[in-house]
């Protein structure tokens, strides 16, 4: 089993962040050079855990993950390949997850990612048919990927997958492109599953320039531990706030109210019990 202090390294190699447009429409709300400078902090707080731990990270990108996510990635594209040449310069694999739509109207610049090596993992998200893409079109457009299939795969509800004819088309069959089922319909299979956290708990760097220790979380200032504009002496400050966390990474929270009104439909059904836990018990601090 791995130690308290393994448990909490692990936690801060996978890092999402949520790109969002400013109301001036300028740029993104998160300042670039702080994001950066964020990365180049934490890159170093964990070498500290490495050399205390006694761990040998000779593969960074094998354990570091850093997934890019939001609606607006693309809008301001010099400012993104700031972020990404940043956050890969500290030691930490990018993965960026799109819809089809999404996929389909961004494909240049996403291939453009690719062939820069911004990127190392890109995923497709299909899981409704209301993409006006054929499948003749999609099926040129993943040729086109082909030489970038490392790191690319389709994950999909099986319904839609079948409807863009992913299963005989040229590019899939040809290569090794990976195809998968995406997590909602396991959910939908196995609706009161409840995950240890520790399987999935990640480091959010929110729009909102806060730091947070899980996706259930986001939007709680109280639960936030630190920002990426904070002094090079916030890092002990987000050391401290998270050691309490390590429980329920490794048990999963405690769902003792079965009757709670949850408040959104995106989380995981036992992140949305526990969110609506945490904002019932306590309007001040979470922990």
Not at 32 to 41: A, G, H, L
Not at 208 to 219: A, S
């Amino acid at each position: 089993m791995k130690s308290v202090k393994e448990q909490l390294v692990a936690s801060l190699e996978r890092v999402q962040v949520v790109l969002k447009s400013n109301d001036s429409n300028s740029g993104y709300t998160l300042d670039v050079d702080s994001v950066v400078k964020w990365f180049e902090k934490l890159d170093k707080w964990l070498e500290k855990y490495y050399e205390e731990i006694g761990q040998v990270n000779l593969v960074y990108f094998k354990n570091r993950n850093v997934e890019i996510l939001g609606n607006e990635i693309f809008c301001y594209e010099e400012d993104l390949k700031r972020i990404l040449r940043g956050v890969k310069n500290y030691h930490f694999a990018v993965e960026m997850k799109f819809d089809l739509n999404y996929f389909v109207k961004n494909f240049s610049t996403i291939l453009n990612c690719k062939t820069e090596r911004l990127v190392d993992n890109i995923s497709i998200i299909i899981c409704d048919t209301e993409c006006s893409i054929d499948k003749e079109n999609l099926d040129r457009l993943l040729c086109d990927m082909i030489p970038y299939y490392s790191g690319f795969k389709i994950i999909g509800s099986y319904d839609a997958l079948m409807h863009y004819g992913l299963f005989s088309m040229k590019s899939v069959c040809s290569t090794h492109l990976d195809l998968s089922m995406v997590d909602g319909e396991l959910e939908r299979l196995y609706p009161n599953y409840e995950k240890p956290c520790m399987n999935k708990i990640s480091t959010i760097v929110y729009s909102d320039g806060y730091v947070y220790p899980c996706e259930g979380l986001v939007g709680l200032k109280n639960a936030a531990i630190g920002k990426i504009n904070a002094g090079s002496d916030e890092m002990k400050i987000f050391e401290e706030r998270r050691k309490p966390l390590l429980e329920w990474y490794k048990d999963g929270p405690s769902l003792e109210n079965e009757d709670i009104i949850v408040e959104s439909d995106e989380l995981p059904y036992y992140c949305r019990r526990h969110r609506a836990q945490l904002i019932e018990q306590s309007k001040g601090n979470c922990f």
